[in-house]
């Protein structure tokens, strides 16, 4: 049997509440930002501020990037990081301090959702935040519905690789992280577990998933929605592809393995083994009782220092800018000046 979760997350209201979350839930370069875009094609409702694309996602993250940047200082806050491998189970705090942190991330949801009857909110590090994050929806009465990408932690290793520079063995134990919490968090909502390369070759078929998944039809999923998600949803988004053997990344690949034989079986409609998950579950916690404190404190801080550094960059910048403004002012004011002395 499958490993209990470890908290149980307060109850979401079912079918009747007046608005319903769609949550993408998954790893970061696991094609969470294919599956929102569709989502967001097919009637569910983004952000008001969303993360714009880069070099690594040029077609957009969709991601509220305020709560992003909350999600990683309440990350910090438990002790650990988005990257932290040993992020789950989920590190609650002590109750006066936890409620601070609900209140100010239930109004940034308002913020970020008012008005949304149908709120879609991708984040992946809400995924090892869900227990806190389902109290935040259930204050507001809010219901859930998941979605859960499933891609080979090979191909993402490749995209963490290229773009943080992890290793390959921290980027497949990080993906087994995202996806115990994924499904442990999940099991009493209506949930669809979708393959990657699937959406990418037959969306049409992965949508009828989450609709059969959730036991609702996608609300704006018309002839004129499926032509943009056609548009969308290009082979270009297919990167990173690999038949290369987990066996290759130790012990690390060995907990990958059982927990992406799970979920490709959960994606292809077939019955996934409980035993896999138990004993992914089982390695992982006996890796973090042996190495956790120092893993999670070490990239807690990493990612401490990451944030200040980006900070000091942007003031950087805006001092930079509010410079070359002031000295372009002091060039005109110099110039009308010469202008009149000139008379």
Not at 40 to 50: K, Q, R, S, T
Not at 225 to 250: C, K, V, Y
């Amino acid at each position: 049997m499958t490993p209990p979760p470890a908290s149980v997350p307060s109850p979401i209201v079912g079918p009747s509440a007046a608005r319903t979350a769609y949550l993408v839930l998954g790893m970061h370069r696991s094609g969470t930002s294919a599956a929102t875009q569709l989502l967001a094609l097919a009637g569910a409702e983004l952000p008001a501020n969303v993360m714009p694309g880069d070099e690594h996602n040029e077609k957009g993250y969709f991601e509220p990037w305020k709560i992003a940047m909350f999600n990683d200082r309440r990350l910090r806050a438990g002790g650990g990081a988005w990257d932290d491998v040993f992020g789950f189970p989920h590190r609650p705090l002590p109750a006066a301090d936890e409620s601070g942190w609900r209140d100010e991330g239930g109004a940034l949801f308002d913020q970020e959702y008012a008005g949304a009857r149908l709120p879609l909110m991708k984040d992946p590090r809400v995924t090892v935040l869900l227990p806190f994050w389902r109290e935040i929806l259930g204050q507001r009465r809010i219901a859930a519905r998941c979605v859960i990408p499933v891609r080979h932690p090979l191909a993402v290793a490749a995209s963490l690789g290229r773009r943080n520079g992890f290793s390959v063995e921290k980027s497949v134990l990080l993906w087994s992280a995202y996806m115990l919490a994924a499904e442990a968090y999940t099991r009493d909502l209506p949930r669809a577990f979708i393959g990657y390369d699937a959406l990418l070759t037959d969306w049409r078929a992965q949508a009828a998933r989450i609709e059969a998944g959730h036991a609702a039809a996608l609300p704006g999923l018309d002839a004129k929605a499926g032509e943009a998600i056609d548009r969308f949803l290009t082979p270009d988004l297919r990167h990173n592809e690999t038949d290369d053997s987990l066996a290759r990344a130790g012990d690390a690949g060995a907990v990958a393995q059982d927990v992406f034989d799970w979920f490709a079986a959960a994606a292809d409609d077939a019955k996934p083994d409980a035993a896999l998950l138990t004993r992914a579950r089982a390695r992982l916690d006996k890796m973090r009782l042996a190495m956790g404190p120092l893993v999670s404190a070490t990239t807690r801080d990493l990612d401490a220092a990451r944030s200040e550094l980006i900070e000091l960059r942007q003031n950087h910048a805006y001092l930079q800018s509010l410079y070359e403004a002031l000295r372009e002012e002091r060039s005109a004011a110099e110039a009308t000046l010469d202008a009149l002395l000139s008379d």
